[in-house]
């Protein structure tokens, strides 16, 4: 099975700072990759789908990038809306896998 | 528009069988797989697997074969995941959300399934 590491498990920040989420698969995924956001209580989102690819209606602030075993959610100019946790998902194998997810808490 | 309707929290004891269904509208139901999440208390997300809704040919990740069986009714656009011989340890939310290519692009509201005895 293919092993993504995903880092920090947690982080704290203020409204308006730029964060950044990182995504390390165990082998090559190529671009077959997502990003979800879940509130409490609520089923993930779709952000970010083949490592890069803004879903529709999802807000500019956030970016993705990285190919190959190194990925990155960047979350720019953080809005109160914004605090959630974030998962990664690599679905290159036919099994696929979740990171273990980041909270991004209010500083 | 697309929803996902999941079936309401179940309470069972251990040792029972549970059934959850996720109905499908607003697009061609054969045309996208469906996948199951599980979200144990307070933990993370877990992907359990999919099934092609074209040819109901199922397929379990490592830790969700045997008790788990993931099955269809295409005639009401509905998919189902049966757990038999419940465990308290499968305790969870489960969650249906459609396959749109590579990326889990709707999801259902989750359905809770609490095992206690």
């Known amino acids: 099975d293919i092993q993504m590491t995903q880092s920090p498990s947690s982080l704290s920040a203020s409204v308006g700072d730029t964060v950044t989420i990182t995504c390390r698969a165990s082998q090559s995924i190529s671009r077959n990759f997502n990003w979800y956001q879940q509130k409490p209580g609520k089923a993930p989102t779709l952000l970010i789908y083949?490592?890069?690819s803004l879903q529709s209606g999802v807000s500019t602030r956030f970016s993705g990038s990285g190919s190959g075993t190194d990925f990155t959610l960047t979350i720019s100019n953080l809005q109160p809306e914004d605090f959630a946790t974030y998962y990664c998902?690599?679905?290159?194998?036919?099994?696929?896998?979740f990171g273990q997810g980041t909270k991004v808490e209010i500083k | 528009q697309v929803q996902l309707v999941q079936s309401g929290s179940e309470l069972k004891k251990p040792g029972a069988s549970v059934k959850v269904s996720c109905k499908a509208s607003?697009?061609?139901?054969?045309?996208?797989?469906i996948n199951w999440v599980r979200q144990a208390p307070g933990q993370g997300l877990e992907w359990m697997g999919w099934?092609?809704?074209?040819?109901?040919?199922?397929t379990y990740a490592q830790g969700f074969t045997g008790r788990f069986v993931f099955s269809l009714d295409t005639s009401v656009s509905t998919a189902y995941l049966q757990i038999s011989r419940i465990k308290t340890e499968d305790t969870a939310v489960y969650y249906c959300?459609?396959?749109?290519?590579?990326?889990?692009?709707?999801w259902g509201q989750g359905t809770l399934v609490t095992v206690s005895s």
């Open positions: 099934i092609n809704t074209n040819t109901g040919n199922p």
């Open positions: 607003g697009y061609t139901f054969t045309n996208y797989g």
């Open positions: 083949a490592a890069f």
């Open positions: 959300a459609r396959a749109g290519g590579t990326s889990l692009d709707y």
């Open positions: 998902l690599q679905t290159y194998s036919t099994l696929w896998t």
